[in-house]
Every structure is written in C-alpha cells, then in structure tokens.
C-alpha cells in the first residue's frame, strides 16, 4: 500500500478576508494519492468525503486508496466505502415516518433518565411539504385555494407533527406547504456548491456540498454540482443521526456533449433523447457525469432537467462540474456574492471547476451525444425511455391501440358523455398537466408554454372539454415570472391555472376525473390519455382512468390540450381552426427562442428569488394556524389515524439484552426472483377489505377518507397491515384448487393450514410466541420504496430473511432494523430444498461472538418428522452493521449512546 499521511492533505485557503479549512486534492496528490487530478469530478467528491473522515473505522486507509487507485479498475470492483453527506433532504411522505421516530426517541430518552432536547439531527435536515396536495379542483381562479384548503383539511394531523418538529428540533428545517417542490427547492435556494461546516475552534471548513435525499428525484441539483441522490427513509435516518452510508465505489460514465440545441428543441427534447440513450447503453448503479464543449451554451435550468431523470435512464446520478454556467446560476438565484467567491475558488482549487482549458477526466467508459441531432419528442406511452418523434407520436398510438382494441369500428366509435355536448373516444386527452420537478426549475420551457397559451387564445383556440387542465409549479418563482410576463393570464384562459405548488400529477395525485367523463372511460373500456411534463408515467400511476401517459415539454402540453388527442399529427395535421374559420398549425404558435431570452433577461431575476424566498419558512395562513405544542416531547393523540407512537422502544434498557436464537420459527412467506421493495411496501390505495381498511373502519374512518398509505406512514399500525399486501405480489405458499399461485398479501397459517392475511397469521403467530421467518429467491428488496419495506418487516415479527440474493440498500435496512439477512450457498434455494413453507426454521448462534458475514447453518424440520441442516452465509457485513444488529437496530443503538 502507497504510503500517505491524511493529515498532511488539511490545508487552509483564503477567500477574501476569510480562511477556511480544506481537505486538498492537489496536497493528499502530493502526498501519494498519484493520478486522483484525472478522476471524474463526482469521484473528486467522494475522495474528499473519505479523506476529510478517516477514523481508521468507518473510513480506511484502504478504502481512499480504492478511490485514489479508481483508475485501475475504473470502479468495477465494488468495494464498499462510507460516505457522510452534509445534509439530508426529505419530502413530507417520508418526513412524517422520520419525525415519528425522533419523537418516539425523545419518548424513549426520557423513560431511560436522559435529557430528551440532545435527540436532535446531528446534520442539517430540510423538510419540504410537498406530497400531499391533490388535484381536486382544476380550471378556475378558486383552484389553488379551494385545493389548499382540503390539503390541510385532509393532513391537519400530519402538518401538526411537522410544526411541533420545525420548533422542537435543532437542525431541522420544515419549509411549509405551498413553497414549491423539494427538488426545486433544494436547487433555487437550500444548495450552496460548497458548503460551510461547524466554526469549533478555528476556521470554519469548506467542502462539497452533498445531500442524500427521501425521493429519487433528489439527484436534480447535481445539475449545480451537488452530488446527491435519493436513498429509503432508514437511510435517511441513519445520515441524519450522524451514521456512515455504505456504498459502492460506483462505475462512472461520461458523457461527452457537443454542439447546441435547434432553435425549437426543449430541454424536455434532450432529457428524454438521454434517457433513452444511457437506458440502452445500461447505467444502472453507475454515477453518470456530463462533460465537453456542448456544456458551454447549456443553462443550469436545463442540465436540472436532465439531473432530475437520472432514476429514469438507472444512474444514481447525473453529475455537471462547476462552471462559468453554474456561477451565473447562483448569482441569478440569489447566493451572496461571498457563496459565489467560495465556489469558485474551492473549486478551482481542488480542481472540480471545468473550463475550455479541462482536461476530459477518465471515464468507466463514455459516449457522445451532439446536441444539434436532438429531435422535438415524447416520451410513452408507458416508461419514460420509450422515447417517440413528436411526428411518429400518432402512429405508435395508434399501432398500441390496435393490439389493445382489435376491432377497427370500436376504435373509432365516440361515445356521448351525460350532461355533456361533447363525445369521447380512444385516444383523447383527459389529463395535460403543466407538472413539477423535471421541468418547472426550467424558465425556458415554462415561459414557452406561456408563450404558445398566448398565441393560441390570439388565434381564437380553446382547449377540449373533456380535458383536466392543471398548472403546479415548483416554485413560487415559476407564479412570479409568468405574472410578471403576462403569461399566466393566456395559461388561466387556456385552463391551466394554479392548482398548488406541489408535486402532484407525477406522483398519482392528479386526482379524479369529471364522474361523467370517468364512466364513459370505464364502460366503454376507452384507451384516454396524460400528458404532462413530469417524469414517470408508468401504467396506472399518473390516474386510474388512464391507461396510455407520455412526458413532454410543458408547451408540447398545451399544444396537445388544444388538440385533445394523440391520435392527431401535430406536424401535419392543425390544432384546430381559429376565430377566422382557418387551420391553426403547431408551427404557427410556436415562439421563437429570442421571444423566450428576452422574457427571461426582464422577468427572471436574483430580486425575484430573493423575494419569494424571504420567508420560505414561515409559510401562508393555513400553516400559522396549525397549532403545535412547545414541549420537548410530541404530545401523542391517542386518536388519531396518522400519527401513533411505534413499539420500537418499548421496554428498551441501556444495555442491549442478549440476542436470542431463532427456535422453531414458521415461515411467514416463500417468494421467488425479484420481489421488490414496492411490493413489500405499503403504498398506493387502501382497500377496504384488506387489514389496513378494517382498521381504519374500526377507528371510524369513513372509505372515502381513507386517503391513501403515502399520507399514513407517521401511523405503524396502518402501515404493518399494508406491509406485503400488494395485489400482485406472489406468496408461493397459497394456491388455488388447480395449484396456481395466488394474488395478494396472503399466506398458508400452521399448522392449521388456513389461508390468512399475511399481516392476520403474523399477529396470530405472535399471540402464540412463534418466531418468523421469510425465504426468499434471487435479488429480494430491489426498488425504491424502501423504509416501510424494512420497517414493516420487523414489525410483523420476521427475525430473518433467507434468499438467494439481496438488493444492496434493502438489505442494510432489514440489518438496520434488527433483522438478520442470510444467503443460501451457491446453486442452492427453497425450491431445491423442497420447501413448502410448512417447514420449523431453527437458526442457532446469535447469542454467541458474531462477526461480520459469519457463515451458519439452519435446521429446518419437515412436518414428516426429518430434518435438514441447511448452510447460510451472514449478510451483516460490516463491524457497524453488527452493533446496530446486537441493539436490534440503528435507531435503538444511537438512542444508547446518546444516552450514554
């Protein structure tokens, strides 16, 4: 191993009349770390993470050696390293599950003689409530208002918790419902480039600012240079307390851009032409990082769009280096001329600033997109890589509804809508939703949308009637400058007026549509359309009703609102006829790009962030009239159905109790390849007869106020019910009378041999003493729904999870919540050991000197009477995993050293 002193990497550096501390590339260069100036700007990140952190524990020589010596490998190796990002970022879906715990911690801290106020975030954290607006009210000038007001009806308990927890905690900020989105948030304002830490007792440190974030969608402000992505609400929490991350050493692609965009492409046009690109090449797990002459023209705005999609094309992240570009972004958004001054000369001098003069760093690999080969397009009508030519958009649709509706008659029969004057068909659309997060950071689109709303009510066009228009910016500085422009009036015109500030349609908020129109879809089984200019449009998602969604640009929105079909050309067919009787074509409202720069020269302005963002904490009049306890502790209400206390501390003592062998344990489920964590977890619409349902109408809950599991995840009793209770997953153990697996959160209880809820046989299992376990296939946990995967798990009384393989992340939780991971050997699973699932599970040795990925056995007795030793490896891998296992879990084990 290169000899190296870390300590010998801390230098100081003056910017202006202030010294900062720094761990220097150029210096641990110097030092021995040979070749790290060639590394990818995103592993430069990284490296400094690990130097700045070196305890000789979590963080090793060796493991900033494996970054260092990247090169050799180019990241194929794998090796895991602990990074420690500067902060955490939350929405409120995941933000109620994590306040909830740190309330239930004071609780605890209390019961074990501690001082409740020293449970706190040990990093900064930033709660924005943007989840929970639907879009119920669409249309009129009343819509935002009347959409608000039934958000908080709806939430009132939940924004209670958050009040309490923006005054109750240090370290945590709770920006309001109505601000904006999380992500445009994060990147308008909570983002610094560089980041300031704790002054202590001399100068203050400079480091990258990083982030890890509770929505996928948090990879967006990598556009600002900012490494981050989205992580499950345990890891959150673990960063959050202060806990190392795992992670893989990743690969990282580059890709090279060249050239410029044509007059008339959108940035929506380049993410999705991306997108479909690195989908094909296969980046998932790896860093993506943008780089070339083509960054020179290309707005922070819109490499934002492009970072926000990196869950779509599988990255991790979609990482841009600080340039001239990044600085005019941070001074048009507000920085102080000081942050920018910081930036910029950090930057530079630790070599992550690109100019003309950068070299390309070394890539895993790289690719080259010219950007004057991006094409005006689409994106469905099911994923967000199935990208179509805006002219072959009615060709696919019509090619997809040909194997959905064989019959050329049904397919172009209309159908009257009661009430109505108007008559739907396959094809139309029913929902154009101008959407947050992957465009509405981006001025060019959104002021473009305005633009082509204003030309099209001069030329006398209207929206279809059976379209549900919506417009839910994300940010209040979206409103700002289409006020300021004049747009917003031709958008309200058009139909797309404010209905919130929040991330709403893309997440399935879009709420219902007309009943009349709904109906009409429903009987007559009609192929209806979304199109909106969010990210995700995966069957079933965006509205129940709708089965074919596309992403576009926010103007391509409007555009096929006028229209209201997809089964319109909009290359070679009009919108429709104007005051005048005459067509009116696409490319004769389309505005020109100098129209759009000229708009966002006057009305797009460091005075308009600085002005919206004055009091983004304090929030409108609906939140200052929340009440919220002072007191240290969360004043739990007995009562309510979205806030409980959860069990995970009951009965805790300093010291953790020895950890029991698991002795005849009955198998709660066998599963097969690839069950992922959004099967596992609770999530979408709760039915009334499933557990959860008759939970709820035994707290009398009416079904219509249900609302759905996302709002419920701060109330454990609700969410364990919801836990493998998905309609399509598959428990091998319960088939039908011909021996076909059967749907549904159902399993076989023993030895009776009854079929059961899966949530109804664990708490019948528990009421008996019996331990659980669940045996599993290959790659078990993948997917992004993650807390709730691992917390409802153990909540059910599961100790251990057998398969053949885990999802890296979801398996660190299941250790996270004092679950025991293990893997069979090589070639061997419950299939080929003939396991039904009437099988006893013994596993032995947990009460002994455990070390990480210690090989053990089980004992599985048949109900014949034989048995079978079976070999399993641990999956607790590392010496932190194996403390948080032994204290039966991560927030149990920070709980007693605070207490300590």
Request: with cysteine.
């Amino acid at each position: 191993m290169r000899s190296w002193d870390s300590f010998r990497a801390m230098r100081r550096l003056r910017i202006g009349e202030r010294d900062f501390r720094i761990a220097s590339l150029a210096e641990a260069e110097r030092n021995g770390l040979a070749g790290v100036s060639r590394l990818p700007v995103s592993l430069k990140v990284l490296l400094e993470n690990l130097i700045r952190h070196e305890d000789g524990r979590s963080v090793t020589r060796a493991d900033i050696m494996a970054v260092a010596d990247w090169q050799l490998d180019r990241g194929k190796a794998g090796r895991e390293i602990a990074f420690r990002p500067a902060r955490v970022l939350m929405q409120d879906f995941t933000g109620v599950p994590a306040l909830v715990d740190l309330a239930a911690m004071r609780d605890a801290m209390l019961r074990l003689g501690g001082d409740p106020a020293r449970i706190n975030p040990l990093v900064p954290v930033d709660l924005v409530c943007d989840h929970s607006l639907v879009v119920d009210h669409y249309g009129t000038p009343r819509a935002l208002a009347d959409n608000v007001a039934l958000e908080y009806a709806r939430n009132g308990e939940r924004y209670e918790l958050l009040k309490w927890g923006q005054q109750a905690f240090r370290n945590l900020s709770v920006v309001p419902p109505g601000a904006g989105i999380c992500h445009q948030v994060n990147l308008e304002y909570l983002s610094q480039t560089v980041w300031i830490g704790d002054v202590g007792d001399g100068a203050p440190w400079a480091y990258p600012d990083t982030v890890v974030g509770t929505d996928s969608h948090t990879t967006m402000v990598n556009a600002l240079a900012v490494l981050g992505w989205g992580v499950g609400g345990i890891e959150a929490e673990a960063a959050m307390l202060g806990q190392p991350m795992s992670m893989l050493v990743p690969e990282v692609v580059g890709v090279r851009l060249q050239g410029r965009l044509r007059p008339g492409v959108t940035a929506t046009d380049l993410v999705l032409t991306i997108t479909q690109m690195l989908r094909k090449l296969g980046v998932v797990g790896k860093f993506v990082e943008f780089f070339g002459a083509g960054l020179d023209d290309l707005p922070v705005a819109d490499r934002a769009t492009i970072a926000n999609m990196a869950p779509e094309y599988g990255a991790t992240c979609g990482f841009f280096p600080v340039d001239a570009m990044a600085l005019d972004y941070l001074r048009t958004t507000g920085r102080s001329p000081e942050r920018v001054a910081l930036v910029e000369a950090y930057c530079r001098e630790q070599g992550m600033f690109r100019d003309a003069a950068t070299a390309d760093p070394v890539f895993t690999e790289a690719v080259t997109l010219d950007l004057a080969t991006v094409s005006p397009s689409l994106a469905g009508p099911r994923r967000p890589q199935d990208r179509v030519l805006l002219g072959a958009v009615k060709a696919g649709f019509e090619a997809m509804l040909t194997l959905e509706v064989p019959e050329a008659a049904a397919r172009a029969r209309r159908h009257a809508v009661a009430g109505r004057t108007f008559d739907i068909g396959h094809g139309d659309v029913v929902i154009a939703a101008i959407a947050s997060c992957t465009n509405t950071s981006n001025p060019g689109v959104m002021l473009a949308a305005g633009l082509l709303a204003r030309n099209a009510v001069a030329r006398g066009l209207q929206t279809k009637p059976w379209v549900k228009t919506s417009l839910s910016p994300g940010s209040q500085v979206v409103a700002g400058y289409l006020q300021a422009s004049g747009l917003q009036g031709a958008l309200d015109t058009l139909g797309f007026n404010l209905v919130g500030f929040a991330c709403a349609t893309c997440i399935g908020n879009s709420g219902p549509l007309d009943p009349e129109i709904s109906d009409v879809i429903d009987a007559a089984k009609l192929v209806a359309a979304a199109i909106l200019s969010g990210n995700r449009n995966f069957e079933g998602r965006v509205n129940p009703d709708v089965r074919a969604n596309y992403l576009a640009s926010p103007p391509l929105v409007v555009a096929y609102a006028l229209a209201g079909s997809m089964r319109v050309d909009l290359e070679t067919e009009p919108l429709g006829s104007g005051t005048d009787g005459e067509p009116v074509w696409l490319r004769d409202i389309w505005p020109s790009q100098a129209e759009v720069e000229e708009l966002m020269r006057r009305h797009v302005t460091s005075d308009l962030y600085r002005a919206r963002y004055a009091d983004v904490a304090t929030g409108d009049a609906n939140w200052k009239a929340v009440e919220a306890s002072a007191m240290p502790t969360y004043r739990w209400n007995g009562g309510s159905t979205y806030v409980r206390n959860p069990p995970y501390f009951d009965g805790i003592t300093f010291d953790p109790p020895p950890t029991e062998d698991i002795v005849s344990a009955r198998i709660l489920a066998l599963f097969g390849d690839s069950i992922t964590t959004d099967h596992i977890s609770p999530a979408g619409s709760i039915r009334a007869t499933s557990p959860a349902g008759s939970y709820l109408q035994d707290h009398q809950v009416r079904v219509a106020d249900f609302n759905q599991y996302g709002t419920r995840r701060g109330n454990h009793e609700v969410m364990m019910r919801g836990t493998f209770a998905n309609i399509r997953i598959r428990n091998q153990m319960v088939q039908d009378e011909a021996g076909a697996v059967v749907e549904g959160g159902l399993t076989m209880k023993y030895p009776e041999s009854r079929r059961a809820f899966i949530y109804d046989a664990a708490m019948a299992y528990r009421a008996e003493g019996t331990p659980l376990v669940i045996l599993a296939g290959k790659e078990y946990g993948t997917g992004s729904s993650r807390d709730w995967a691992a917390k409802g798990t153990r909540l059910l009384g599961v100790r251990a999870v057998i398969a053949e393989s885990f999802e890296r992340i979801h398996r660190s939780n299941l250790v996270g919540m004092g679950v025991l991971p293990l893997v069979f050997s090589p070639g061997v699973s419950w299939r080929s050991l003939g396991l039904t699932g009437a099988e006893r599970v013994t596993i032995r040795g947990l009460d002994g000197a455990l070390v990480p990925r210690q090989q053990m056995t089980a004992e599985v007795a048949f109900p014949d009477g034989r048995t079978m030793t079976v070999a399993l490896a641990s999956r607790i891998d590392t010496a932190d995993e194996l403390d948080y296992f032994r204290h039966g879990g991560i927030l149990n084990y920070v709980l007693r050293q605070l207490a300590a």
